[in-house]
């Protein structure tokens, strides 16, 4: 519910398109040095205490976020969820761990699709309520029951998640990274770029809600009620994704996620501020961005899932998640830069990037070849 509004919310508590940009890029820079503590800790003393504790205090966050009197502390906010999430690399090795290479993409495409079904239609609640209340109330009520809904998700991982992760060496923190910085070189690098230009790319477009709403003109609630179509469209083709992964390829469901999402930012540079194919442009935007991300959600884990054994997921997860956060730290911080001078050439920036991600994934993706335990691969 809150999501597609955060950026608004800042607004009206103060910040520019900078000082917005600046939170996130100084969100990203603190989650990508914690996940690698968290890493470490998920591949040497497991996954599931990391996860159901870092849940509860990660929750603390929105607690913060609702009684916010001013866009810094909005911050602080900030910085405490990303230090909180450093059990993610936890969380998806554990994933990783629980699913057969046979059925990963389907079982991936099935999660996704239980996690969005209230996710896919919340933000149209979220609209009605600021198209009828203001922005401000509404935004710390939501914040408030996201606390609520942190703490219980953390009670139910704490109650059902079972430890997948058996006898494991005690290596030091620095060994145990030499040795998946090898393994990320030696078998993940044509992985790995992609992800680096995806990243660049969807740091470059942070600002998309602020651009839909205050250069182009849509209102606030019609911005939700996109987002929401976006998110249901997502959701329709979550379960065929997982399909075409495990039955079409890893490859070619990759690229055509990385085309989907370049479509999505084409309705918007074409579009005229104010006019009624504003909307239209937005939607459009909103359809092809979620249909395209839902199919790389299934794509890119599954392939990663494939590509590193079990005993290294955490680590090699934490490692180049934190590669990629230094590349979308900076480049936050440019996007909102840039955007003070002209709102349209982060996004045609953006475009660029996720065009030439499309060609390298189209070249590269389809000839790395999956671990096998037992095997040689590795």
């Known amino acids: 519910m809150s999501r597609p509004y955060s950026q608004l919310y800042m607004r009206e508590l103060g910040a520019t398109p900078l000082a917005i940009s600046a ?27 990391v996860v159901w504790k870092a849940t509860m205090i990660a929750a603390f966050q929105y607690i913060v976020y609702a009684l916010a009197p001013s866009w810094e502390m909005l911050l602080l906010g900030s910085l405490l969820g990303s230090l909180a999430l450093f059990y993610q690399p936890a969380l998806r090795s554990l994933l990783a761990d629980l699913t057969r290479f046979e059925s990963r993409g389907r079982t991936y495409a099935l999660v996704n699709f239980s996690a969005s079904l209230l996710s896919a239609v919340s933000p149209s609640v979220a609209a009605w309520l600021i198209s009828t209340h203001g922005l401000v109330g509404p935004m710390r009520a939501i914040y408030a029951a996201s606390f609520i809904a942190g703490i219980v998700a953390g009670i139910i991982r704490w109650r059902f998640i079972e430890e997948t992760l058996g006898v494991r060496d005690k290596v030091s923190f620095l060994d145990s990274y030499r040795e998946a910085l090898r393994f990320v070189k030696n078998r993940l690098m044509s992985l790995l770029t992609i992800e680096l230009l995806i990243a660049a790319s969807r740091s470059l477009a ?17 911005w939700g009620y996109a987002w929401t179509i976006g998110l249901v469209a997502g959701l329709i083709v979550s379960i065929p994704s997982g ?34 194919g504003a909307f239209c442009a937005v939607l459009l935007s909103t359809l092809f961005s979620s249909i395209g991300n839902s199919m790389y959600f299934v794509a890119m884990p599954t392939m990663r899932a494939d590509l590193v054994p079990q005993e290294k997921r955490g680590r090699v997860e934490s490692l180049v998640e934190l590669i990629a956060d230094f590349t979308r730290a900076p480049l936050s911080i440019v996007a909102g830069a840039v955007y003070e001078i002209d709102p349209k050439m982060p996004l045609l920036a953006s475009l660029a990037v996720v065009s030439v991600a499309s060609l390298t994934a189209r070249f590269t993706a389809s000839k790395l070849k999956p671990y096998r335990p037992g095997t040689a691969s590795c």
């Open 23 to 49: 939170i996130s890029s100084t969100s990203v820079t603190t989650l990508a040095l914690a996940r690698i503590i968290g890493g470490y800790v998920a591949d040497v003393y497991g996954r599931k205490e």
């Open 206 to 222: 942070i600002l998309i809600p602020y651009y839909s709403v205050y250069y182009l003109g849509v209102s606030e609630a019609n």
């Open 243 to 276: 399909y075409l992964v495990d039955r079409v390829g890893r490859g070619a469901s990759l690229v055509l996620s990385l085309i989907l999402q370049g479509a999505g930012v084409l309705p918007l540079l074409l579009a005229l501020p104010n006019s009624w």
